[in-house]
Protein backbone atom coordinates (compact mmCIF):
# COMPACT_ATOMS: atom_id res chain seq x y z
CA UNK A 1 0.00 0.00 0.00
CA UNK A 2 3.26 2.46 0.18
CA UNK A 3 3.37 2.06 -3.40
CA UNK A 4 0.31 3.90 -3.99
CA UNK A 5 0.93 6.11 -1.76
CA UNK A 6 3.96 7.12 -2.86
CA UNK A 7 2.39 6.86 -6.54
CA UNK A 8 -0.53 9.01 -5.40
CA UNK A 9 2.13 11.51 -3.84
CA UNK A 10 4.47 11.61 -6.94
CA UNK A 11 1.80 11.92 -9.71
CA UNK A 12 0.55 15.01 -7.13
CA UNK A 13 4.29 16.80 -6.91
CA UNK A 14 4.41 16.78 -10.54
CA UNK A 15 1.10 18.32 -11.01
CA UNK A 16 1.32 20.98 -8.00
CA UNK A 17 4.59 21.57 -9.34
CA UNK A 18 3.65 22.69 -12.40
CA UNK A 19 0.88 24.80 -10.40
CA UNK A 20 3.63 26.93 -8.74
CA UNK A 21 5.01 27.32 -11.99
CA UNK A 22 1.91 28.83 -13.83
CA UNK A 23 1.52 31.61 -11.25
CA UNK A 24 4.58 33.48 -12.78
CA UNK A 25 2.68 34.92 -15.72
CA UNK A 26 -0.23 35.58 -13.66
CA UNK A 27 1.93 37.54 -11.16
CA UNK A 28 4.17 39.17 -13.60
CA UNK A 29 0.29 40.25 -14.99
CA UNK A 30 -1.05 42.06 -12.07
CA UNK A 31 2.74 43.90 -11.32
CA UNK A 32 2.40 45.18 -14.63
CA UNK A 33 -1.47 46.05 -14.18
CA UNK A 34 -1.14 47.80 -10.51
CA UNK A 35 2.34 49.27 -11.52
CA UNK A 36 4.27 46.95 -9.08
CA UNK A 37 7.64 45.83 -9.22
CA UNK A 38 7.73 43.55 -12.41
CA UNK A 39 10.48 41.94 -11.97
CA UNK A 40 11.13 41.48 -8.44
CA UNK A 41 7.70 39.83 -7.97
CA UNK A 42 7.83 37.13 -10.84
CA UNK A 43 11.74 36.27 -10.03
CA UNK A 44 10.99 35.74 -6.11
CA UNK A 45 8.02 33.68 -7.83
CA UNK A 46 10.13 31.41 -10.60
CA UNK A 47 12.82 30.89 -7.27
CA UNK A 48 10.44 29.47 -4.90
CA UNK A 49 9.23 27.21 -7.88
CA UNK A 50 13.28 26.26 -8.54
CA UNK A 51 13.62 25.43 -4.88
CA UNK A 52 10.63 23.46 -4.65
CA UNK A 53 11.96 21.16 -7.81
CA UNK A 54 15.37 21.03 -6.57
CA UNK A 55 14.60 20.23 -3.18
CA UNK A 56 12.18 16.95 -4.63
CA UNK A 57 14.88 15.35 -6.67
CA UNK A 58 17.38 14.97 -3.66
CA UNK A 59 14.97 14.64 -0.37
CA UNK A 60 11.26 13.83 -1.19
CA UNK A 61 10.28 14.51 2.35
CA UNK A 62 11.72 17.84 2.59
CA UNK A 63 11.19 18.45 -1.22
CA UNK A 64 7.08 18.21 -0.27
CA UNK A 65 7.46 20.85 2.35
CA UNK A 66 9.41 23.25 0.13
CA UNK A 67 6.65 22.45 -2.26
CA UNK A 68 4.20 23.39 0.46
CA UNK A 69 5.93 27.07 0.98
CA UNK A 70 6.24 27.40 -2.37
CA UNK A 71 2.78 27.54 -2.94
CA UNK A 72 1.85 29.51 -0.33
CA UNK A 73 4.69 32.23 -1.28
CA UNK A 74 2.73 32.56 -4.58
CA UNK A 75 -0.24 33.40 -2.76
CA UNK A 76 1.82 35.93 -0.66
CA UNK A 77 3.27 37.23 -3.74
CA UNK A 78 -0.27 37.21 -5.49
CA UNK A 79 -1.17 39.59 -2.22
CA UNK A 80 2.01 41.65 -2.33
CA UNK A 81 1.08 42.19 -6.18
CA UNK A 82 -2.38 43.71 -5.75
CA UNK A 83 -1.17 45.98 -2.58
CA UNK A 84 -3.69 49.06 -2.52
CA UNK A 85 -5.80 47.61 -4.57
CA UNK A 86 -9.72 47.08 -3.69
CA UNK A 87 -9.28 42.76 -4.18
CA UNK A 88 -5.85 42.65 -1.75
CA UNK A 89 -8.38 41.17 1.16
CA UNK A 90 -10.17 39.09 -0.72
CA UNK A 91 -6.70 37.35 -2.23
CA UNK A 92 -6.37 35.98 1.59
CA UNK A 93 -8.78 33.14 0.52
CA UNK A 94 -6.38 31.59 -1.86
CA UNK A 95 -4.26 30.95 1.12
CA UNK A 96 -7.17 28.58 2.42
CA UNK A 97 -7.74 27.19 -0.94
CA UNK A 98 -4.11 26.47 -1.35
CA UNK A 99 -4.13 24.73 2.17
CA UNK A 100 -7.23 22.48 1.03
CA UNK A 101 -5.42 21.88 -2.12
CA UNK A 102 -1.69 20.61 -0.14
CA UNK A 103 -3.87 17.56 0.81
CA UNK A 104 -3.36 15.87 -2.71
CA UNK A 105 -0.06 15.30 -1.05
CA UNK A 106 -1.01 12.96 1.98
CA UNK A 107 1.67 14.63 3.66
CA UNK A 108 1.11 16.42 7.21
CA UNK A 109 4.47 17.77 7.40
CA UNK A 110 3.58 19.77 4.40
CA UNK A 111 0.37 21.15 5.87
CA UNK A 112 1.93 22.18 9.16
CA UNK A 113 4.92 23.62 6.72
CA UNK A 114 2.53 26.06 4.99
CA UNK A 115 0.47 26.85 8.62
CA UNK A 116 2.98 27.80 9.50
CA UNK A 117 4.98 30.08 6.83
CA UNK A 118 0.88 31.63 6.45
CA UNK A 119 0.76 32.50 10.29
CA UNK A 120 4.51 33.69 10.32
CA UNK A 121 3.51 36.13 6.78
CA UNK A 122 0.41 37.49 8.30
CA UNK A 123 1.75 38.58 11.76
CA UNK A 124 5.30 39.52 10.58
CA UNK A 125 4.40 41.51 7.62
CA UNK A 126 1.34 42.95 9.90
CA UNK A 127 4.02 45.27 11.56
CA UNK A 128 5.85 45.24 9.39
CA UNK A 129 4.67 46.24 5.83
CA UNK A 130 1.36 45.71 6.23
CA UNK A 131 0.76 47.52 2.72
CA UNK A 132 1.42 43.87 1.19
CA UNK A 133 -1.02 42.44 3.63
CA UNK A 134 -4.10 44.56 4.06
CA UNK A 135 -5.16 47.60 2.17
CA UNK A 136 -5.66 49.79 4.90
CA UNK A 137 -2.78 49.49 6.85
CA UNK A 138 -2.25 47.30 9.92
CA UNK A 139 -5.34 44.99 11.38
CA UNK A 140 -4.59 42.87 14.17
CA UNK A 141 -8.29 41.88 14.69
CA UNK A 142 -8.44 40.50 10.87
CA UNK A 143 -5.24 38.39 10.98
CA UNK A 144 -6.25 36.89 14.21
CA UNK A 145 -9.84 35.55 12.58
CA UNK A 146 -7.53 34.61 9.07
CA UNK A 147 -4.91 32.67 11.98
CA UNK A 148 -8.41 30.97 13.77
CA UNK A 149 -10.22 29.80 10.29
CA UNK A 150 -6.41 28.61 8.76
CA UNK A 151 -5.91 26.57 11.99
CA UNK A 152 -9.60 25.10 11.65
CA UNK A 153 -8.73 24.24 7.91
CA UNK A 154 -4.95 23.02 8.61
CA UNK A 155 -6.55 20.95 11.98
CA UNK A 156 -9.41 19.23 9.49
CA UNK A 157 -6.88 18.51 6.44
CA UNK A 158 -4.14 16.92 9.38
CA UNK A 159 -7.29 14.86 10.87
CA UNK A 160 -8.21 13.91 7.09
CA UNK A 161 -4.78 13.02 5.99
CA UNK A 162 -4.16 10.58 8.71
CA UNK A 163 -7.62 9.22 8.47
CA UNK A 164 -6.75 8.36 4.90
CA UNK A 165 -3.28 7.05 5.67
CA UNK A 166 -4.96 4.91 8.54
CA UNK A 167 -7.42 3.23 6.40
CA UNK A 168 -4.61 2.39 3.42
CA UNK A 169 -2.45 0.62 5.29
CA UNK A 170 -6.03 -1.27 6.48
CA UNK A 171 -6.79 -1.68 3.32
CA UNK A 172 -3.18 -2.91 2.55
CA UNK A 173 -3.73 -5.18 5.17
CA UNK A 174 -6.98 -6.19 4.43
CA UNK A 175 -5.55 -6.94 0.77
CA UNK A 176 -2.37 -9.22 2.38
CA UNK A 177 -5.11 -11.65 4.13
CA UNK A 178 -6.66 -11.90 0.99
CA UNK A 179 -3.49 -12.90 -1.09
CA UNK A 180 -2.53 -15.25 2.06
CA UNK A 181 -6.42 -16.92 1.76
CA UNK A 182 -5.90 -17.25 -1.80
CA UNK A 183 -2.22 -18.69 -1.66
CA UNK A 184 -3.84 -21.27 0.64
CA UNK A 185 -6.71 -22.14 -1.61
CA UNK A 186 -4.63 -22.80 -4.40
CA UNK A 187 -1.72 -24.77 -2.76
CA UNK A 188 -5.10 -27.18 -1.09
CA UNK A 189 -6.43 -27.38 -4.89
CA UNK A 190 -2.87 -28.37 -6.06
CA UNK A 191 -2.34 -30.99 -2.82
CA UNK A 192 -5.41 -32.38 -4.32
CA UNK A 193 -4.84 -32.32 -7.95
CA UNK A 194 -1.40 -34.31 -6.92
CA UNK A 195 -3.64 -37.10 -4.46
CA UNK A 196 -5.82 -38.02 -7.82
CA UNK A 197 -2.66 -37.85 -10.54
CA UNK A 198 -1.15 -40.31 -7.42
CA UNK A 199 -3.68 -42.46 -7.38
CA UNK A 200 -4.20 -42.49 -11.46
CA UNK A 201 -0.92 -43.61 -11.54
CA UNK A 202 -1.06 -46.43 -8.89
CA UNK A 203 -3.95 -47.72 -10.89
CA UNK A 204 -1.88 -47.64 -14.03
CA UNK A 205 1.07 -49.46 -12.18
CA UNK A 206 -1.70 -52.25 -11.19
CA UNK A 207 -2.78 -52.70 -15.07
CA UNK A 208 0.92 -52.79 -16.25
CA UNK A 209 2.15 -55.65 -13.73
CA UNK A 210 1.59 -58.30 -16.39
CA UNK A 211 3.08 -56.10 -19.12
CA UNK A 212 6.11 -55.32 -17.40
CA UNK A 213 7.04 -58.69 -15.63
CA UNK A 214 7.30 -59.78 -19.69
CA UNK A 215 8.72 -56.58 -21.46
CA UNK A 216 11.45 -56.54 -18.13
CA UNK A 217 12.83 -60.07 -19.03
CA UNK A 218 12.76 -59.40 -23.16
CA UNK A 219 14.85 -56.15 -22.79
CA UNK A 220 17.12 -57.60 -20.17
CA UNK A 221 17.49 -60.75 -22.72
CA UNK A 222 18.27 -57.47 -25.35
CA UNK A 223 20.62 -55.88 -23.26
CA UNK A 224 22.60 -59.67 -22.82
CA UNK A 225 21.37 -60.30 -19.63
CA UNK A 226 19.92 -63.59 -19.55
CA UNK A 227 19.92 -64.33 -15.43
CA UNK A 228 16.45 -63.03 -15.16
CA UNK A 229 13.39 -65.12 -14.34
CA UNK A 230 9.80 -64.33 -14.70
CA UNK A 231 8.90 -64.31 -10.76
CA UNK A 232 5.40 -63.52 -10.76
CA UNK A 233 2.74 -65.55 -10.08
CA UNK A 234 -0.66 -65.00 -12.62
CA UNK A 235 -4.03 -66.79 -12.51
CA UNK A 236 -4.03 -67.57 -16.08
CA UNK A 237 -2.53 -70.92 -16.39
CA UNK A 238 -1.70 -69.71 -20.26
CA UNK A 239 0.24 -67.33 -18.69
CA UNK A 240 1.82 -69.32 -15.98
CA UNK A 241 3.04 -71.85 -19.56
CA UNK A 242 4.29 -68.88 -21.21
CA UNK A 243 6.41 -68.04 -18.10
CA UNK A 244 7.63 -71.42 -17.69
CA UNK A 245 9.08 -72.08 -21.48
CA UNK A 246 10.74 -68.38 -21.52
CA UNK A 247 12.45 -69.20 -18.51
CA UNK A 248 13.61 -72.66 -20.34
CA UNK A 249 14.81 -70.54 -22.81
CA UNK A 250 16.44 -67.90 -21.09
CA UNK A 251 18.17 -70.84 -18.86
CA UNK A 252 19.70 -72.76 -22.30
CA UNK A 253 21.20 -69.26 -23.63
CA UNK A 254 22.69 -68.14 -20.50
CA UNK A 255 24.49 -72.03 -20.03
CA UNK A 256 25.43 -71.41 -24.13
CA UNK A 257 27.12 -68.04 -22.96
CA UNK A 258 28.81 -69.00 -19.92
CA UNK A 259 30.81 -71.70 -22.05
CA UNK A 260 31.54 -68.75 -24.70
CA UNK A 261 32.25 -66.23 -22.12
CA UNK A 262 35.19 -68.30 -20.70
CA UNK A 263 36.75 -68.03 -24.09
CA UNK A 264 36.05 -64.85 -24.51
CA UNK A 265 37.94 -63.98 -20.89
CA UNK A 266 41.05 -65.59 -22.10
CA UNK A 267 41.08 -63.09 -25.18
CA UNK A 268 40.14 -60.33 -22.49
CA UNK A 269 43.42 -61.28 -20.46
CA UNK A 270 45.67 -60.97 -22.71
CA UNK A 271 46.12 -64.46 -23.40
CA UNK A 272 46.19 -65.46 -26.76
CA UNK A 273 47.78 -68.71 -26.44
CA UNK A 274 44.70 -69.44 -25.15
CA UNK A 275 42.94 -72.53 -27.05
CA UNK A 276 39.29 -73.02 -26.70
CA UNK A 277 37.64 -76.55 -25.24
CA UNK A 278 36.02 -78.51 -27.96
CA UNK A 279 34.23 -77.16 -30.86
CA UNK A 280 30.00 -75.89 -29.96
CA UNK A 281 27.08 -76.53 -32.59
CA UNK A 282 25.62 -74.18 -34.69
CA UNK A 283 25.71 -70.82 -34.58
CA UNK A 284 27.48 -70.80 -31.52
CA UNK A 285 30.40 -73.18 -33.01
CA UNK A 286 30.86 -70.37 -35.81
CA UNK A 287 31.43 -67.93 -33.44
CA UNK A 288 33.60 -70.32 -31.74
CA UNK A 289 35.95 -70.09 -34.96
CA UNK A 290 35.75 -66.54 -35.50
CA UNK A 291 36.94 -65.87 -31.80
CA UNK A 292 40.08 -68.16 -32.79
CA UNK A 293 40.79 -66.56 -35.77
CA UNK A 294 40.51 -63.13 -34.22
CA UNK A 295 42.76 -63.96 -31.96
CA UNK A 296 45.76 -65.22 -34.21
CA UNK A 297 45.28 -62.11 -36.28
CA UNK A 298 45.34 -59.83 -33.03
CA UNK A 299 48.97 -61.75 -32.14
CA UNK A 300 50.40 -60.47 -35.09
CA UNK A 301 49.05 -57.18 -34.67
CA UNK A 302 50.35 -57.09 -31.13
CA UNK A 303 53.85 -58.18 -31.70
CA UNK A 304 54.13 -55.40 -34.72
CA UNK A 305 52.82 -52.89 -32.14
CA UNK A 306 55.19 -53.87 -29.44
CA UNK A 307 57.97 -52.98 -31.84
CA UNK A 308 56.41 -49.76 -32.38
CA UNK A 309 55.43 -48.59 -28.75
CA UNK A 310 58.92 -49.08 -28.03
CA UNK A 311 60.09 -46.49 -30.64
CA UNK A 312 57.60 -44.10 -29.94
CA UNK A 313 58.24 -44.15 -25.92
CA UNK A 314 61.72 -42.66 -26.96
CA UNK A 315 60.40 -40.64 -29.31
CA UNK A 316 57.95 -38.70 -27.23
CA UNK A 317 60.17 -38.42 -24.45
CA UNK A 318 62.54 -36.79 -26.31
CA UNK A 319 59.59 -34.33 -27.29
CA UNK A 320 58.07 -34.01 -24.30
CA UNK A 321 61.20 -33.12 -22.95
CA UNK A 322 61.49 -30.06 -25.35
CA UNK A 323 58.31 -28.99 -25.29
CA UNK A 324 58.60 -28.15 -21.58
CA UNK A 325 62.03 -26.28 -22.08
CA UNK A 326 60.16 -24.54 -24.95
CA UNK A 327 56.95 -23.51 -21.94
CA UNK A 328 59.28 -22.15 -19.74
CA UNK A 329 61.64 -20.10 -21.96
CA UNK A 330 58.12 -18.68 -23.07
CA UNK A 331 56.66 -18.70 -19.91
CA UNK A 332 60.46 -15.95 -18.95
CA UNK A 333 59.78 -14.23 -21.83
CA UNK A 334 55.72 -13.60 -20.95
CA UNK A 335 56.75 -12.27 -18.02
CA UNK A 336 59.36 -9.68 -19.29
CA UNK A 337 56.44 -8.46 -21.43
CA UNK A 338 54.20 -8.19 -19.13
CA UNK A 339 56.53 -6.05 -16.85
CA UNK A 340 57.52 -4.33 -20.05
CA UNK A 341 53.92 -3.64 -20.86
CA UNK A 342 53.08 -2.75 -17.37
CA UNK A 343 56.30 -0.02 -17.22
CA UNK A 344 54.56 1.37 -20.01
CA UNK A 345 51.48 1.70 -19.02
CA UNK A 346 52.89 3.68 -16.43
CA UNK A 347 54.59 5.80 -18.71
CA UNK A 348 51.88 6.23 -21.03
CA UNK A 349 49.52 7.76 -17.53
CA UNK A 350 52.13 9.93 -16.58
CA UNK A 351 52.86 11.54 -19.98
CA UNK A 352 49.13 11.33 -20.47
CA UNK A 353 48.50 14.05 -17.46
CA UNK A 354 51.46 15.91 -18.07
CA UNK A 355 50.34 16.38 -21.43
CA UNK A 356 47.00 17.06 -19.60
CA UNK A 357 48.52 19.75 -17.65
CA UNK A 358 50.51 21.59 -20.32
CA UNK A 359 46.88 22.17 -22.23
CA UNK A 360 45.78 23.38 -19.05
CA UNK A 361 48.97 25.90 -18.52
CA UNK A 362 48.51 26.77 -22.33
CA UNK A 363 45.03 27.20 -21.66
CA UNK A 364 45.66 29.61 -18.28
CA UNK A 365 48.53 31.17 -20.02
CA UNK A 366 46.31 32.42 -22.97
CA UNK A 367 43.40 33.33 -20.64
CA UNK A 368 46.34 35.87 -18.56
CA UNK A 369 47.80 37.12 -22.10
CA UNK A 370 43.69 37.94 -23.07
CA UNK A 371 43.12 40.06 -19.70
CA UNK A 372 46.58 41.44 -19.67
CA UNK A 373 45.90 42.71 -23.28
CA UNK A 374 41.99 43.59 -21.80
CA UNK A 375 43.70 45.49 -19.05
CA UNK A 376 46.08 47.34 -21.40
CA UNK A 377 43.20 48.48 -23.43
CA UNK A 378 41.65 49.95 -20.42
CA UNK A 379 44.50 51.46 -19.11
CA UNK A 380 44.90 53.75 -22.40
CA UNK A 381 41.28 54.41 -22.10
CA UNK A 382 42.49 55.86 -18.56
CA UNK A 383 44.91 57.56 -20.12
CA UNK A 384 42.59 59.10 -23.03
CA UNK A 385 40.18 59.93 -19.80
CA UNK A 386 42.94 61.71 -17.82
CA UNK A 387 44.26 63.32 -20.90
CA UNK A 388 40.71 64.84 -20.92
CA UNK A 389 40.41 65.41 -17.70
CA UNK A 390 43.46 68.06 -17.92
CA UNK A 391 42.03 69.54 -21.21
CA UNK A 392 39.31 70.80 -18.92
CA UNK A 393 41.20 71.57 -15.88
CA UNK A 394 43.27 74.32 -17.99
CA UNK A 395 39.68 75.30 -19.65
CA UNK A 396 38.63 75.93 -16.01
CA UNK A 397 41.54 78.08 -15.47
CA UNK A 398 40.92 79.76 -18.11
CA UNK A 399 37.70 80.79 -17.03
CA UNK A 400 39.06 81.82 -13.69
CA UNK A 401 41.72 84.33 -15.23
CA UNK A 402 38.47 85.93 -17.11
CA UNK A 403 36.25 85.56 -13.49
CA UNK A 404 39.22 87.94 -11.77
CA UNK A 405 39.67 89.93 -14.15
CA UNK A 406 35.74 90.22 -14.39
CA UNK A 407 36.32 90.83 -10.76
CA UNK A 408 39.46 93.23 -10.63
CA UNK A 409 37.52 95.70 -13.31
CA UNK A 410 34.17 95.48 -11.62
CA UNK A 411 36.35 96.51 -8.54
CA UNK A 412 37.64 99.69 -9.83
CA UNK A 413 34.59 100.68 -11.06
CA UNK A 414 32.98 100.07 -7.94
CA UNK A 415 36.25 102.48 -6.28
CA UNK A 416 35.44 104.84 -8.87
CA UNK A 417 31.24 105.07 -8.25
CA UNK A 418 32.00 105.51 -4.53
CA UNK A 419 34.46 108.27 -5.23
CA UNK A 420 31.53 109.83 -7.66
CA UNK A 421 29.46 109.11 -4.52
CA UNK A 422 31.31 111.00 -2.41
CA UNK A 423 31.62 114.08 -4.16
CA UNK A 424 27.32 114.22 -4.87
CA UNK A 425 27.20 114.47 -1.14
CA UNK A 426 24.21 113.31 0.62
CA UNK A 427 22.82 112.48 -2.93
CA UNK A 428 24.74 110.24 -3.48
CA UNK A 429 24.54 108.25 -0.48
CA UNK A 430 21.96 105.27 -1.75
CA UNK A 431 24.61 104.79 -4.65
CA UNK A 432 27.62 104.99 -2.00
CA UNK A 433 26.15 101.82 -0.60
CA UNK A 434 25.17 100.01 -3.75
CA UNK A 435 28.63 100.56 -4.79
CA UNK A 436 30.19 99.30 -1.99
CA UNK A 437 28.05 96.09 -1.77
CA UNK A 438 29.25 95.29 -5.77
CA UNK A 439 33.12 96.24 -4.26
CA UNK A 440 32.79 93.79 -1.59
CA UNK A 441 30.75 91.15 -4.03
CA UNK A 442 33.61 91.65 -6.76
CA UNK A 443 36.75 91.01 -3.66
CA UNK A 444 34.68 87.78 -2.85
CA UNK A 445 34.47 86.72 -6.37
CA UNK A 446 38.20 87.40 -6.27
CA UNK A 447 38.98 85.72 -3.58
CA UNK A 448 36.62 82.78 -4.83
CA UNK A 449 38.60 83.14 -8.16
CA UNK A 450 41.86 82.24 -6.70
CA UNK A 451 40.12 79.58 -4.54
CA UNK A 452 39.59 77.87 -7.57
CA UNK A 453 42.56 78.78 -9.20
CA UNK A 454 44.84 76.98 -6.55
CA UNK A 455 42.86 73.78 -6.33
CA UNK A 456 42.49 73.55 -10.46
CA UNK A 457 46.26 74.16 -10.39
CA UNK A 458 46.65 71.05 -7.30
CA UNK A 459 44.31 68.86 -9.40
CA UNK A 460 46.37 69.77 -12.62
CA UNK A 461 49.25 68.35 -10.99
CA UNK A 462 47.91 65.54 -9.33
CA UNK A 463 45.89 64.39 -12.56
CA UNK A 464 49.49 64.84 -14.32
CA UNK A 465 51.46 62.33 -11.80
CA UNK A 466 48.08 60.29 -12.26
CA UNK A 467 48.64 60.42 -16.09
CA UNK A 468 51.96 59.19 -15.96
CA UNK A 469 51.44 56.60 -13.69
CA UNK A 470 48.89 55.52 -16.10
CA UNK A 471 50.67 55.73 -19.07
CA UNK A 472 53.85 53.57 -16.60
CA UNK A 473 51.00 51.19 -15.82
CA UNK A 474 50.11 50.83 -19.40
CA UNK A 475 54.13 50.12 -20.60
CA UNK A 476 54.51 47.86 -18.15
CA UNK A 477 51.45 45.98 -19.14
CA UNK A 478 52.25 45.94 -22.77
CA UNK A 479 55.99 44.75 -21.44
CA UNK A 480 53.75 41.75 -19.61
CA UNK A 481 51.38 41.11 -22.78
CA UNK A 482 54.82 40.66 -24.85
CA UNK A 483 56.47 38.62 -22.36
CA UNK A 484 52.64 36.59 -21.49
CA UNK A 485 52.37 35.82 -25.75
CA UNK A 486 55.79 34.83 -25.92
CA UNK A 487 55.50 32.49 -23.13
CA UNK A 488 52.10 31.25 -24.42
CA UNK A 489 53.66 30.56 -27.78
CA UNK A 490 56.31 28.09 -25.61
CA UNK A 491 53.61 26.58 -23.46
CA UNK A 492 51.44 25.69 -26.97
CA UNK A 493 54.75 24.46 -28.45
CA UNK A 494 55.34 22.32 -25.29
CA UNK A 495 51.68 20.92 -25.19
CA UNK A 496 51.77 19.83 -28.79
CA UNK A 497 55.11 18.50 -27.90
CA UNK A 498 53.41 16.51 -24.86
CA UNK A 499 50.81 14.81 -26.83
CA UNK A 500 53.03 13.90 -30.04
CA UNK A 501 54.95 12.25 -27.06
CA UNK A 502 52.07 11.12 -25.10
CA UNK A 503 50.85 9.68 -28.95
CA UNK A 504 53.98 7.97 -29.56
CA UNK A 505 54.46 6.29 -26.70
CA UNK A 506 50.61 5.14 -26.73
CA UNK A 507 51.48 3.53 -30.23
CA UNK A 508 54.58 2.04 -28.62
CA UNK A 509 52.56 0.78 -26.09
CA UNK A 510 49.82 -0.35 -28.38
CA UNK A 511 53.05 -2.43 -30.10
CA UNK A 512 53.56 -3.85 -26.76
CA UNK A 513 50.85 -4.88 -25.94
CA UNK A 514 50.56 -6.75 -29.40
CA UNK A 515 53.94 -8.28 -28.80
CA UNK A 516 52.56 -9.31 -25.34
CA UNK A 517 49.66 -11.00 -26.87
CA UNK A 518 51.54 -12.51 -29.17
CA UNK A 519 54.02 -14.00 -26.63
CA UNK A 520 50.96 -15.03 -23.96
CA UNK A 521 49.67 -16.66 -27.22
CA UNK A 522 52.89 -18.64 -28.09
CA UNK A 523 52.70 -19.54 -24.50
CA UNK A 524 49.21 -20.80 -24.65
CA UNK A 525 50.42 -22.68 -27.88
CA UNK A 526 53.39 -24.10 -26.38
CA UNK A 527 51.46 -25.40 -23.31
CA UNK A 528 49.24 -26.48 -24.97
CA UNK A 529 51.69 -28.61 -27.50
CA UNK A 530 53.62 -29.97 -23.90
CA UNK A 531 50.11 -31.41 -22.62
CA UNK A 532 49.50 -32.44 -26.03
CA UNK A 533 52.76 -34.25 -25.81
CA UNK A 534 52.32 -35.39 -22.23
CA UNK A 535 49.08 -36.90 -23.55
CA UNK A 536 51.10 -38.33 -26.42
CA UNK A 537 53.60 -39.60 -23.43
CA UNK A 538 50.79 -41.18 -21.32
CA UNK A 539 48.82 -42.72 -24.26
CA UNK A 540 52.27 -44.46 -26.12
CA UNK A 541 53.16 -45.21 -21.89
CA UNK A 542 49.69 -46.79 -21.94
CA UNK A 543 49.81 -48.45 -25.69
CA UNK A 544 52.95 -49.84 -24.79
CA UNK A 545 51.82 -51.39 -20.96
CA UNK A 546 48.46 -52.71 -23.20
CA UNK A 547 51.03 -54.51 -25.70
CA UNK A 548 52.64 -55.63 -22.82
CA UNK A 549 50.20 -57.45 -20.96
CA UNK A 550 49.50 -59.48 -24.33
CA UNK A 551 51.15 -62.55 -23.91
CA UNK A 552 51.83 -64.23 -27.57
CA UNK A 553 54.65 -66.97 -26.80
CA UNK A 554 53.48 -70.57 -27.62
CA UNK A 555 53.05 -72.52 -24.01
CA UNK A 556 50.11 -72.58 -21.52
CA UNK A 557 47.71 -69.64 -21.01
CA UNK A 558 48.13 -67.08 -18.02
CA UNK A 559 44.51 -68.41 -17.15
CA UNK A 560 45.81 -71.76 -17.36
CA UNK A 561 49.10 -70.70 -15.35
CA UNK A 562 46.66 -69.00 -12.71
CA UNK A 563 44.11 -72.03 -12.25
Known sequence: MTNAIDTSRHRAQRILLGFSLAHAPVITGLAIALSGPALLLPAISLALTAAAWAMLRTDPVAGRQTLAIALVGQAALITAALGGHPWQVDSHMYFFALVAILAALVDVKAIVAATLVVAVHHLGLNFLAPQLVYPGGADIGRTLIHAAILLMESAAMIVTIRERLRLLEQAGAEAEEARAATASATAAREAMEAAQAEAAEMRQRIMSTMEQEFSTMVEAGLDGDFTRRIDSRFDDPGLVRLAEQLNRLFSSIAQTMGELEAR???????????????????????????????????????????????????????????????????????????????????????????????????????????????????????????????????????????????????????????????????????FAVVAAEVRSLAQRSTQAAADITELIQQSAASVGEGVQMVRETGEALNQISKSLDTLTAAISEVAAAGREEARRIADMNGMVRSMEDEVQSNAQLAERSAAGLASLEQAVASLKSIVDSFTIDEGPSRLARAS
Not at 382 to 391: D, G, H, M, Q
Open 264 to 430: IIALGAGDLTYKPSPAMAGRFGQMQQRVTNAADSLRSVVAAARAAAATATTTSQRMGQDGRDLVQRNGQQAAKIEETSASMDELSGIVRRNSARMDEADRLASDVSDRTGRGSAAVEKAVAAVAKIERNSNRINEITTVIESISFQTNLLALNAAVEAARAGEAGKG
